[in-house]
């Protein structure tokens, strides 16, 4: 488990790195292609996303103890589903990875949604982050077809669960 861990709001100076932080994780997993986050057109400047709305939606980035940046999430209104918010970006660096940090954003967008009185969390993953899928699945999120209003993602693994 990870000590002396902050987990605060994004600000402008946290785009880049956490954008490369994202960039970096998608090549590893051979996701650096059209319908994912790589080529998201907001990835170079989240914490404009996420402010613009900041009732509905938030983005948190994680710190270690040299206030470096290890990790980030974001969650944000999905008009698709009733009451419902997305879980979005959630990404670590390599070393971040295996610590329970994972863990740790997925409960801070959890509060943020809850006080924010969505009813549902929705995600979307690829097989290949067999990590993430099973932190999803120990949070209690179920697995559900392909929602019908999901027409271009590349992403092949839909999740849902009730807060």
């Known amino acids: 488990v990870m000590n002396n861990i902050n987990i605060r709001p994004i600000t402008d100076e946290d785009n880049p790195i956490i954008a490369e932080i994202?960039?970096?994780?998608?090549?590893?997993?051979?996701l650096d292609?059209?319908?994912?986050?790589?080529?998201?057109?907001?990835?170079?400047?989240?914490?404009?996303y996420y402010s613009a709305m900041p009732k509905k939606r938030a983005y948190f980035i994680a710190e270690d103890e040299n206030?470096?940046?290890i990790g980030g999430v974001g969650v944000a209104e999905f008009e698709n589903i009733?009451?419902?918010a997305e879980i979005q970006k959630l990404y670590l660096t390599d070393a971040a990875?295996?610590?329970g940090l994972g863990?740790?954003?997925m409960q801070t967008a959890e509060k943020?949604?809850?006080?924010?009185?969505?009813?549902?969390?929705y995600l979307e993953t690829h097989s290949n982050l067999k990590?993430?899928?099973?932190?999803?699945?120990?949070?209690?999120?179920?697995e559900t077809d392909r929602p019908t209003f999901v027409l271009h993602s590349t992403m092949d693994r839909f999740y849902i669960k009730g807060i």
């Open 22 to 30: 994202i960039r970096t994780n998608l090549k590893k997993f051979n």
């Open 33 to 48: 292609i059209p319908g994912t986050a790589y080529f998201d057109s907001d990835l170079d400047c989240l914490s404009k």
């Open 67 to 69: 206030k470096q940046i």
């Open 82 to 84: 009733d009451c419902c």
């Open 97 to 99: 990875k295996g610590k």
């Open 103 to 105: 863990t740790m954003l």
């Open 112 to 121: 943020f949604a809850k006080d924010k009185n969505y009813k549902k969390l």
């Open 131 to 142: 990590a993430a899928i099973r932190l999803y699945e120990r949070l209690g999120f179920k």
